[in-house]
């Protein structure tokens, strides 16, 4: 079953970290949001679309043995909380990498990379992946 | 306001029940819990049915329609709605039947739980629990639902708020329970160093962190009919129950290793009780990933909680015994049914028919069912008079 | 003038040995190390593809420049290993390097010379004024089968350049041959590509690269003396060693842009990431012969002389060719046919 337009919706926030940013109290956000949940209604209309960098480091880890089915070609994988430069967090998968590299507080940069496919025939999608900065 | 009493509770065995149907498990907790209440379809003004994802289990929907067509029900035309959210679909459920019952709209309801997740390989079940997840901006890009927890976990160990064995105890606790349970998944004990070296999931969990897939239904009758409150032998009120929410993921949240949503649901189910912490004698947390009970232990009981890891406080001979059922983690996960069984362990604690495993004499239980990882919380207290 | 105005690579990091592979079938590497002149290659992570390796080439030649990335008037990517056998790369990347939608791009094709013959195009947009500059990328994650030789050489990156006006290092002259020589090709569908083995050789390489070359120093009026650094397509380190001496090179001309040695023949990318390692060290005045070539067959030359500009440009704000060769993570066989997809997996 396709679900290209799911995906198709998202690619600039996968492919470069575009998150919102609220103009009523300045607070970016990651990932994107209609509606800021600090300023709430007087924020509707005010979310500005930005770019993060793609530096962050390190909040949490953990290294995934028993993957999701579209991952098993890379178990061990390491799924990591990351905390970016500008201030949001961001789940996301840290790579090519030993997970023995892989500690609270080690700086990482954002790096785009294949993360699901629709089977063989079905469309690719990318997405951000980070790798440690080095 | 009225009062609302549990009549009745029935319950199916929680395990890999291979001959048993979604629909057959749902019928038979249902009927256990009319026949316990000693009342007849007739008595029932309205059906609540819980259940997390039977859609992508069993490829089924409109759950509650069938259960109370395969109970038997459906020429009375008994309304029937199904309650989700997430694994704290019972405990939601349990709520909005409470609600109904107190507003006065209905006088007697059933509300059941069933998930059947065996059906599928554990792979997809795994999948299928992913569900509670942000599926576009977690689960897209690998998360498993234990991973939230292992983050959750690397991460209150790196700040120095516990250590390993301050959760690695909890399921020791709950299969030690389990073992006195007969419709246990597991009845096995098991030992801390067992939880600690079994097969990792996401490190820093093993398997033994991890409640099981497991199928399984739950229910209870509910009333605020005079009469039948009356004629019951062992009526057990409804004190109060409450609900909040958090962020739906981890990452949008100020402190990962904190869950708001218990200690404001709990909170509320206390004020709206008119108890303190210190009355309640005995609690069912939602022991889903065993990182998970200690924050929600740290939640009800603050710091203190911590500490209470280290001694036999938790047993249900002690002196705030947790999870006696077994908790989810070795009586069973059946999703949607969690929190319907966590009421069916305590109306019968309450009873005092709870077997080997029996509490010494309890006037209260707090039970507290969760949604993913903290993001709803609903919190029941359930007591005699 | 065309000229170039940035430019970036990207190499996987993960690296097999001439030995793991030699091993697995038999062979002496001792044979594959002197006879091919190959020691190890790149190979793509399971996550990476042409898409992938292209946008890195590409951020870190953005990031080298202070362009205006929504002012950049065309992106052409060449390939082999195209992620899709319909569906552009270049669309991706427009929207994967946050480029104006207002932008010309289209996918090329034309073996190991296709990320050249982009070059070539953007070059011409650029000098008739149809656009200020363009990105022209090779890059590709290229198979060998399971035991042929290619197994020891075809590996993955990419090369993207920033084609401009006013870059630091001007294109004096570019020029084209083109014969009818199906040396190497891979029909539709089909996972691996097939070679007329020695007919590679002479017939192939050696006379598009030769006479590309030689037809280069005839116009331009130079000879190899002339020029402090060249560069050849390198599907193995034997064939461009070989080219250079025929050719009159000496090693110190043809040895920092030599990389297959070390990451394997890169295909769409293996001239220009030779011409991108050589870059990272020019100076003002170099003046660099460089002799892409691609199957089926043709070769592409250009002839560049680095400026003063060269002085103020910031090498600095991305990773250079050396640094990431230098960088590896080494895999065993198992590790790299799981990486590239030999083992079936389940619903794959």
Redesign the interface.
Known sequence: MSEVPRFWRESRHRYRLVGTRCGKCDTLYFPPRVICPSCRRESVGAMREEEMSGEGEIYSFTVVHDGLEQFKMQVPYVIALIRMKEGPFVTGQIVDCSPGEVKIGTKVSATLRKVRTEGKEGIIQYGYKFTITH | MRDVYILGVGTTKFGELWDSSLRELASEAGLKAIMDAGIYAEDVDALYGANTSGGQFVDQEQIAALIADYSGITELNIPSIRIEAGSASGGAALMQAYLAVKSGQYNTVVVGGVEKMTDVPSEVANEIIGGSLDAEWETFFGATECSIAALIARRHEYEGSAKRENYAVFPVISHKHASMNETSHFRNAIKIEDVINASPVAEPLTVFDNAPISDGASALVISSDQKKIRESPNPIRIKSSSAANDFLSLHDRKKIDQFKAVAKSTKDALRLANLDLGKIDAFELHDSYSIATLIQVEEIFGKQGVRMTEGNDFYYNSSSPLNVSGGLKAHGNPLGTSGLYQAVEATLQLRGKAGERQVKDPRNFLIHNMGGLGTTSVSTIIGVD | MSSIVSYGSYI???RIKAEEIAKEWGENPENIKSGLFIYSKSVP?????V??IS??AAKNTLKRSDVDRKKIGAIYVGSESH??AV?PTSS?LV????LSYDIHSADYEFACKAGTAAVQNVMAMVDSGQIENGIAIGADTSQGAPGDALEYSASAGGTAILIGRNGFADFNATLSFTTDTPDFWRREGEKYPSHGGRFTGEPAYFKHVLTGAKKMMERQKTKPGDYDYAVFHQPNGKFPTRAAKMLGFKDEQVKDGLLTPYIGNTYSSSMIIGLSAILDKAESGDRILAVAFGSGAGSDVFDITVNDRIKTFRRERAKGVMEQVN?P?WIDYATYV?FRGKII?R??
């Open positions: 996987p990091r993960y992570g399971p996550d990476e593809d898409l992938t946008a890195e992620p899709y569906k991706i929207e994967a390097l946050g960088n993570i799981k997996m619903g794959a």
